[in-house]
């Protein structure tokens, strides 16, 4: 069992920034990935960026070059550094990771909202 707790969310004027952090605890030595999605009201839920354990990491075509992902594993912690942000990032957040058991098993957050407003 994995448990994520995301935080850092909030609101923020368009061109600022935040930063999302996604606390681990748990069988986390067996996480082997983390991802972030988001999900706007009336729309589906979408992958944001994501990182394996060895650090490789991709992005959506609309936060490349804005957003950031991160961890520090001595922290469990994963964070979703996100600038320059526009009315258009305004969404639910949620980190979300992929623990091996043998085969992968998904665990979700509870989700931080982030509400970019001038």
């Known amino acids: 069992q994995v448990q994520l707790v995301e935080s850092g969310g909030g609101l923020v004027q368009p061109g600022g920034s935040l930063r999302l952090s996604c606390v681990a605890s748990g069988s986390i030595f067996s996480i082997s990935y983390i991802n972030w999605y988001r999900q706007a009201p009336g729309k589906q839920r979408d992958l944001v960026a994501g990182i394996t354990r060895g650090g490789s990491t991709n992005y959506a075509d609309s936060v490349k070059g804005r957003f950031t992902i991160s961890r520090d594993n001595a922290k469990n912690t994963a964070y979703l550094q996100m600038n320059s942000l526009k009315p258009e990032d305004t969404a639910v957040y949620y980190c979300?990771?992929?623990?091996?058991?043998?085969?992968?098993?998904?665990?979700w957050g509870q989700g931080t909202q982030v509400t970019v407003s001038s």
């Open positions: 979300k990771a992929g623990v091996d058991v043998g085969w992968i098993v998904d665990y």
